[in-house]
C-alpha cells in the first residue's frame, strides 16, 4: 500500500484536486505553446487588476496567475492564492518565493474561505469551475460574494463546452477566427446563480484563446 504521507489533503470538498503539480505546469506551457505568461497577464489585464489591489485567487493550482497580480498590485496591496491541494500550494510557495514576489498561498476549498467577509477587491478563478458539482459551484459564488468588499469584482475564466479539449486548445492558439455564436460552456450555470445572487453587471465574454469564455460581475456598493 502507499503512504501518500503529509501531501495528503484534510480539505474536504467534492471538487476535482489535482495533485501533480509540477507535471501540471509541463501540461499548462505545452498547452499554450509556450504562451501562458501571456494568459496569465491577459487575466491580470481583464480582471483590472492594479496597485493596491487586495486579490484572492481560488483553486490557484500551481501560483502562476497569483504571481502575476502580485507584481500587478505592488507592495501597497496584497495577493492570495488558495487551494485545496497540499502539492499546488506548496509548489505555488516555492514559485513565488523564487519570483522574489509576496503573495499568500493556504491550503482551502472555494467553498470555505478562511477569510472574513468584505476583504477583497477583486476574486479570481481561471480554469477551476469544471473541476466543481454544482452544489459547490453555488457554495462557492456564496462565498466568493461574502469574502468581496462592496463594488469589488468578480472575474472567472473557464472552458466553453466544445469538442475535445486538446483539439480547441491547439486550434485556438493557431488561430485568431473568431466565430458569433454565442457559448456560455462551463459557465453557464456560474452566471445565473451570480445574477440570483444579487451580483450587477454580470457580463460572459469570450476570451482569448477562444476556448474559453470569461465572467465578470461587480457586487454592488461604494468601493
Ligand atoms: C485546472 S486547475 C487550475 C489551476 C489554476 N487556477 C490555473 O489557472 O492554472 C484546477 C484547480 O482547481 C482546484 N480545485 C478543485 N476543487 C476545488 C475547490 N473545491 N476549491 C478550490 N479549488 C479547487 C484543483 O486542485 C486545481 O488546482
Known amino acids: ?8 489533503s484534510h480539505i474536504h470538498t467534492k471538487g476535482d484536486t489535482i495533485h501533480w503539480a509540477r507535471s501540471y505546469d509541463w ?3 505545452a498547452i499554450t505553446f509556450g504562451l501562458e505568461g501571456r494568459f496569465r497577464r491577459r487575466v491580470v489585464e481583464a480582471a483590472g487588476i492594479g496597485e493596491g489591489d487586495r486579490v484572492l485567487d481560488i483553486g490557484c493550482g500551481t501560483g502562476t496567475l497569483a504571481i502575476e497580480a502580485a507584481r500587478r498590485v505592488g507592495a501597497s496591496g496584497r495577493v492570495e ?6 502539492e499546488m500550494i506548496e509548489r505555488a510557495k516555492t514559485k513565488a518565493e523564487a519570483a522574489g514576489v509576496d503573495a499568500g498561498f493556504r491550503l482551502a476549498a472555494i467553498e470555505d474561505l478562511p477569510y472574513p467577509d468584505d476583504h477583497f477587491d477583486v476574486v479570481l ?8 458539482p454544482g452544489p ?5 459564488l456564496e462565498e466568493m ?7 469589488g469584482r468578480l472575474f472567472i475564466v473557464d472552458f466553453k463546452i466544445g469538442d475535445t479539449f486538446l483539439h480547441r486548445v491547439a486550434s485556438s ?7 458569433d455564436e454565442e457559448e456560455r460552456g462551463e459557465l453557464d450555470a456560474a452566471f445565473t446563480i451570480a445574477q440570483r445572487l444579487g451580483f450587477e453587471a454580470v457580463e460572459l465574454e469570450r476570451f482569448r484563446p477562444r ?4 465572467l465578470r460581475a461587480t457586487w454592488p456598493g461604494d468601493a
Open 1 to 8: 500500500m502507499h503512504d501518500h504521507g503529509p501531501t495528503r
Open 27 to 29: 501540461l499548462l506551457s
Open 81 to 86: 492564492g488558495v487551494d485545496p491541494a497540499p
Open 125 to 132: 478563478n481561471t480554469l477551476v469551475y469544471h473541476h466543481l
Open 136 to 140: 459547490v459551484q453555488q457554495k462557492g
Open 145 to 151: 460574494r461574502r469574502v468581496l468588499a462592496p463594488g
Open 173 to 179: 492558439f493557431m488561430s485568431h477566427h473568431h466565430d
Open 211 to 214: 476556448v474559453f469564455l470569461a
